[in-house]
């Protein structure tokens, strides 16, 4: 099976030993995306914005890999604080309008560089 990295323009750089994604045979993983906000170059203020722009990185990593939000099968959630469940829910109900993906939700000790949310997906090609 073919492996593929995809390394995405309009997506903070990973601050680890990782990639964005893997495209394996028809299948892309992406990497968490934490709340980033890219033009800013840090990360962004509070569980919304960080929801924000973790999902907005999220969809920069699956557009370079030729996807949407349409063609995500699975997510994961992670979270600092469970009781920012309810804001991270309305936030990802306006991303994936339309036909949510199945999803996984936990609240972790820590994120790294402070987050407060990270967000990793699954999606399915042929995409779009």
Do not use: W
């Amino acid at each position: 099976m073919e492996r593929k990295v995809i390394e995405a323009k309009n997506a903070p750089a990973a601050i680890g030993p990782y990639v964005h994604a893997v495209q394996a045979g028809d299948l892309v993983f992406t990497s968490g995306q934490l709340g980033i906000d890219v033009e800013k170059g840090g990360m962004a203020d509070g569980i919304a914005a960080q929801t924000e722009a973790s999902l907005k990185n999220l969809k920069a990593i699956l557009n370079e890999a030729g996807c949407d939000a349409k063609d995500v099968v699975k997510t994961t959630i992670f979270l600092a604080d469970i009781n920012d469940f309810a804001t991270v829910n309305e936030i990802y109900g306006k991303f994936f309008e339309g036909g949510a993906p199945a999803r996984s939700c936990f609240q972790v000790a820590a994120l790294p560089a402070g987050g407060l949310v990270e967000i990793e997906a699954i999606a399915v090609k042929p995409c779009k």
